[in-house]
C-alpha cells in the first residue's frame, strides 16, 4: 500500500553575520519544532568543522539538543564522518541517544572529512584514516551497536545491541555501491555535489540487496528546496544559498546573506558556472512548481525519501517554505510498505 512522499530535512545551522551560535541553535531547535507538526519523517544535522559561517561541528550533541525539544520526529546525523571518530566512540554517543530518545535517532554515515587538509589533521592527529578504510571502520561499528559477538573484547556500554538505524552518505558511486551490498538505506548529497546523483542512483537501485530489515532499495535524496508563493518569489530567495557557495569557493566564510535582486553584480562567469554546477538540482519555486519538479526528480531516481535542505535569510521564510512542501508532498505519491522491521531500518 503507498502512502504519501515521505520529506525530512537537513540542516547545517546557519548563522548570519554577526550572530551567536546560540542564537542559531535555538532558531534550528524551531524549526524541528515547525516541521514536527507537520509531519516530516526526520531531521538531520550535518557535521562541518573550521567553517566559519556554521555551527554543526558537534553534530551528536546537537541531535540530544533537538530531540529533548520535539516528541516523535527521528532525530540524526547527515552525517557524521566515520573517518573523523573512533568508531567505539561513536557507537557510545548514538547508542546513549537511542538509550534517551528510544525509536527515534538516526545514524547518516559519510567518509568525507567535513573539512580541509588542516582540519582533517587536527581531528584526526594523523593521516592514517583517510577514508580509504571506511569499510572496516563501518564494520567495526556496527559490531559496537548489534548484539555481543562471541569472545568481542571491546563493548559500547551504552550501544551494544542498539541497532541504531545506519545510513551511509554520499555524493559519488561509493556509497552508494557499499550500501546496496550491506543492504543499507543510501542519501545521495545532491544539495551539494549533483554531478552524479543519477549514476548513483541506478548503481545502488540496481544492485540493492536485501536483507531482514530492509527488503527493497531505500534512496533518499538531498536536495536544495525553496517553496513560495510564486516562482520569482522563490528564485529571489535562491540568492542566499548562493551567496554561499560562491563565498565557499572563495574560502571566505558563509554565513547567511539576505537575497538579493540580481547576482550578476557579485561574480564572474567563472564563479557562476561553479555555483550553478553546486545548485544544479536544485527544486525551487511555487507549489505547483516544486511539485512537478520533485516528480521527475523521483521518476528518474527511484528515490524513497527527499531531504530537504533549505537556507533562506528570514526564518519566516524556512518556515514557510517547509509548510508549502509539505503541502505539496502530501499531493505526491510515496513508495510502498518496504519495511520488516521499522526500528532496525529506521524508514
Known sequence: MSSTLPVSVLDLVGLRTGESAGSAIARSVDLAQHVERLGYTRFWLA???SIAGLACSATSILIGHVAAATKTIRVGSGGVMLPNHAPLVVAEQFGTLEAIY???IDLGLGRAPGGDFHTMRALRRDLKQS???FPELL???????GPEKPGQAVKAHPGQNSNVPITLLGSSGYSAGLASMLGLPFAFAAHFAPDYLFEAARLYTTRFQPVATLQKPWLMVGVQVIVAETDAAARRLLTTPMQRFLR????????LLPPVDSMEPLWNDIERAAVENRLGAAIVGSEATVKAKLEALIERTGASEI???TDTYEHADRLESYERLA???????????VRT???AAGV
Open 47 to 49: 557535521e562541518h568543522h
Open 102 to 104: 528510544p525509536g527515534r
Open 131 to 133: 577514508g580509504d578504510d
Open 139 to 145: 564494520e567495526e561499528l556496527r559490531t559496537y551497536l
Open 248 to 255: 565557499l569557493i572563495r574560502n571566505q566564510p558563509v554565513e
Open 307 to 309: 531531504i530537504a535542505v
Open 327 to 337: 503541502r505539496v508532498a502530501a499531493a505526491i505519491e510515496g513508495p510502498a510498505a
Open 341 to 343: 522491521d521499522h526500528a
